[in-house]
């Protein structure tokens, strides 16, 4: 009852611990970071969301994590054939089969809306540079709305994340994102240094960091779930299939934890840049309130906010948009990948495809989806997006909790902590992990979830 009933032995893994860290936060930090966490937080009454959505990570989140990528490592294969692995007793099969398959088909969503913002963001990335080449008819419609720029860069962005994963565990993923992340984390470092020494950033960082604790309710709190669910990459199979490339020596919930910790901290790094930018716009005349007094809409913030922003400071803006969109791009990309990499895995390992027709193949199921959803874009991307971080992530995150929990038995779980953790028995983690994950996690994931419906 120890060993997952079939092995790979020749399965491609991660080369170092490191390596893996980085491709998993490499997932986990992305436009959900840089993106829709400081927008939240604006909208949310700045600190209180900040406290709230931390405390539900160290709380909800990591221990999913855990789980995650539990299933992952202990199975050694894909999402779908993982979960179907997973149960001893075989009258549970199609239930877990059946999660996995809604999985792949979310993550396939996800990575739909995923490629259109992260086309949005590769134009405002290539529109200076076209600018500066004096392009500037390109320039403008590169940042216009438009169903055909849409398409077309949502295209551009695919084939970026498809070059990435045709190149495999170690030579794609691990060695983009072991490149891309120390860039991002060095770019969002330089440009917090020079956001805050601007005028009005000070009256940002206030709002950031000083709570407003009448704003919290149960809206709150869920929208913070989502967020936490969301930015962790938790509940569509993306954790499961790097997990199933991390190494047997590696000690698990540690290197979950440094997952966790790098996300977390790279969202609050994003607030510290963005809430000030905004005030920094204000500073300058730029609006950033709508009719009804909130602060702006998140769309507004990232696409005109910005950029007037930009535009607003001199013979600095251009190298600084250039910056920010580079650090958003970046981001984005490290995120598609782990998308891309779970169907994939699934086809080469269940159809026995090799991977460049996998992969090309999930791309072209995944732009007919984006070519729908360009062409009706007002009722169809919202939907997407509500269907999988608001319900799809969080439920489904929910049930590997009680997958791992009820179905994989204690002592597997224990034999495969402690392959790279030979004293965990001893450890506190033990002591509350497992049943934390089998009650406690399941049941506030659920009190959270009805009380908001
Ligand atoms: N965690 C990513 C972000 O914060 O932007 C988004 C994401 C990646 C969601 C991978 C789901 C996923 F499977």
Redesign the pocket.
Known sequence: DTEPPTKTPSRAGFSSRLGFVLAAAG???????????PTQVAENGGAAFVVIYFLLTILLAYPALVAELLIGRYAQSNPVSALEKLPENIVWQPVTRLTALIAVLM?CL?FSF?SIVGGWIMGFTLSPLLELLSFNTAAHWLETFSPARNLLLAVLFTIATLAVVNGGVKDGIERWSSRLMPLLIVLLLALIAFVTTQPGAMEGLKHYLVPDISRIDTSLVLSALGQAF??????????MVYGSYLSKTSNLPTVAFQVCML?TAI?FLAGLLIIPALFVALNLGINIYSESGQLIHSDTLVFEVLPALFGALGSFGVPVAIAFFCLMSI??LT??I??LE?PVSCLIERAGMNRTKASTLVCLGVLLIVALVTSSFDPLFGAIVTLT?QYA?PLNGLLFCLYAGWLMGRNRKLQEIRKGWPEVEQSLFWRIWPWYIRIVCPTLIAIIFLAEH
Request: proline share 0%; no cysteine.
């Open positions: 997932s986990a930090v992305g436009l959900g970071n840089i993106w829709s966490y993550i996800i995923y969301f930015s962790m990459s938790l509940g569509v199979g993306a954790m996300d969202a981001a984005a995120s598609s782990s998308m779970v971080t992530q």
